[in-house]
């Protein structure tokens, strides 16, 4: 498990990314979960929400990773409009027990 935080100018943490890599069946690379993104409501709107998935997806780059992912829910409306710029929506449907 891994974490990044975002900053302001003035140095005050404004946001955090948790992420892990982790094996998959399918390739032999590694596959990246963002798992945990949160920018305070005082920050939104900046950039750093993006900033922090581009970290990810540096990071999951220099592990040699083949993807990141993440889930949200369909009723995420704004946090989607940026998700829709910097990732891909798929086809998956989540299950759970």
């Known amino acids: ?3 990044l ?3 302001n100018d003035a140095g005050e943490m404004v946001g955090i990314v948790h ?3 982790h094996r ?3 390739v032999v690379a590694d596959r990246c979960y963002l798992e945990d993104l949160f920018v305070a409501e005082s ?3 900046i950039g750093a929400g993006r900033a922090l998935i581009e970290a990810v997806y540096a990071a999951a780059d220099a592990r040699g990773a083949d993807q990141v992912y993440w889930l949200t829910q369909e ?3 704004e946090d989607r409009r940026l998700y829709d710029r910097v990732g ?3 086809l998956f449907i989540k299950y759970q027990h």
Do not use: D, F, I, P
Request: proline share 0%; charged share 20%.
């Open 5 to 7: 935080v975002a900053e």
């Open 19 to 21: 992420y892990l890599c």
């Open 43 to 45: 920050a939104r709107g």
């Open 1 to 3: 498990m891994h974490c």
């Open 24 to 26: 998959v069946t399918w």
């Open 88 to 90: 891909r929506l798929t």
């Open 75 to 77: 009723s995420n409306e």
